[in-house]
């Protein structure tokens, strides 16, 4: 099989869409992707998930799809996590302390909403609207702390990423966390007004590298599905890139191949196009 592992955006890539939701607002892995994916996984193949959502919101997609039968079967939070399939990492890579605690407390006095992840939980300042949305959507539970500036400086954690929805001008919150001078910070979106914070070492570039010693892999090996802009870096990673058609035109321009959408099977339609229907 000339593919031996494929990597896979969830959200706007595997994930359904507005159009396919489930009555909690979640996405859902059609029936066809699904058949797609354990056909591919019974030839030999890797299918890992690769999304910059935590791991707890996307296990039970990972579960459902078999991948924790594999030594790994996600990476998360943006190419800075890849837990093992008991959910310990693989391989972690949170900012420091120091760091975390510096860009916690920033955020804290322009009063926007923020939650980070480290590799156990999502931590937040309060339950509110968006708090309780969010685990909704991601089905998950987040650890409520109070101010987070304050927890993150008496229990010591760092964070593997930060996320902040800004209700302003989200380049006053990006002046704020550039003005700290920190090197090594990659600021980047998951969605409009959705600001990632994480290390520059990290991104989607980075798991593809590190899954690949993980499997012992050469990058020809692998595909890579994506989406957005944060997938891009992932699809010039690896031997065969693919957008699906809902990407973004950067992503498109950047793929050896465009498929169908999240909403029209493009992921199943190429694994079955180039790893089930191949000639040996």
């Not at 990476?75 to 959910?87: E, W, Y």
């Not at 968006?130 to 089905?139: D, K, L, S």
């Not at 001008?169 to 969605?191: A, N, P, T, Y």
Request: net charge negative; proline share 2%.
């Amino acid at each position: 099989m000339k593919y031996k592992m494929i990597l896979c955006d969830f959200d706007g890539t595997l994930g359904t869409g507005v159009s396919g939701i489930n009555e909690n607002g979640r996405p859902i892995v059609t029936e066809r992707s699904k058949k797609a994916i354990g056909a591919y996984m019974a030839k030999g193949g890797i299918f890992i998930l690769c999304t910059g959502r935590s791991y707890s919101s996307c296990v039970e997609y990972a579960k459902d799809l078999g991948l924790l039968n594999q030594k790994v079967g996600v990476s998360c939070l943006m190419g800075t996590l890849i837990p093992n399939a008991d959910g310990t990492p693989a391989f972690d890579l949170p900012l420091s302390h120091d760091v975390t605690l510096r860009i916690a407390r920033a955020l804290d006095e322009t009063g926007e909403y923020y939650h980070f992840y480290d590799w156990q939980d999502i931590y937040v300042k309060e339950n509110n609207d968006i708090t309780r949305n969010y685990e909704r959507i991601c089905g998950v539970k987040v650890s409520v702390r109070g101010v987070l500036g304050d927890f993150i400086e008496s229990s010591g954690k760092s964070a593997n990423k930060f996320v902040i929805i800004c209700k302003g001008d989200e380049r006053i919150v990006i002046d704020k966390i550039r003005s700290l001078g920190i090197d090594g910070l990659e600021l980047g979106h998951s969605g409009p007004k959705y600001l990632e914070v994480y290390s520059a070492e990290g991104g989607k570039k980075r798991a593809a590298e590190e899954l690949c010693k993980i499997y012992g892999l050469e990058p020809d090996d692998v595909m890579a599905i994506g989406d957005s802009f944060n997938d891009i870096s992932m699809l010039k990673a690896v031997g065969f890139g693919v957008a699906v058609g809902n990407a973004t035109d950067d992503v498109k321009a950047a793929a050896d191949y465009v498929a169908e959408s999240n909403n029209d099977d493009g992921v199943a339609k190429t694994i079955e196009k180039f790893c089930l229907n191949e000639k040996e």
